[in-house]
């Protein structure tokens, strides 16, 4: 955290640097299953990411499904869906489907399956309306 603090101050917090170690960051502690930080460091690199005007890319989309996991592996499973469905929708919006068919299959069953989970009712026709795009593109 020492080399974040260095980086904001030296570089400016929107600087895409910045957002590269916050990233990176995140990526480190959800692989030590520490949550907390990891929920607390992807959600400060996506509202950089968009304060700064950087593009979307695959890394992003990574984050987004890396934060739903965390919320996932939180019991937060609403939230989880939440940047799920959010990240695909990018990764969509990207066309990163034709070069990448297991990801996008990955995504689409994890969504399926929380779609088609025994999650309260509500849950599951907020996600199947604001999907927007069909699964089947």
Known sequence: YIALALQKQIFGEHDI???????KMGSLVVKNGEY???NSTLTEFIRIHKQSGAENDG????????LGNVH?????????VKWWK???EIFQELDLEENNPQVSKIMENLLQS???SNR???LGSRVKRNLGR???R
């Open 120 to 122: 309260p009712t509500s």
């Open 72 to 80: 996932k592996m939180q019991g937060n499973d609403e939230e989880a």
């Open 17 to 23: 640097r910045t957002v590269g170690v916050l990233k």
């Open 134 to 136: 069909g699964f089947g």
């Open 86 to 88: 959010d990240g695909y």
């Open 114 to 116: 929380e779609l088609h």
């Open 36 to 38: 907390d930080n990891a």
């Open 59 to 66: 890394d992003y989309v990574n984050s987004l499904f890396m």
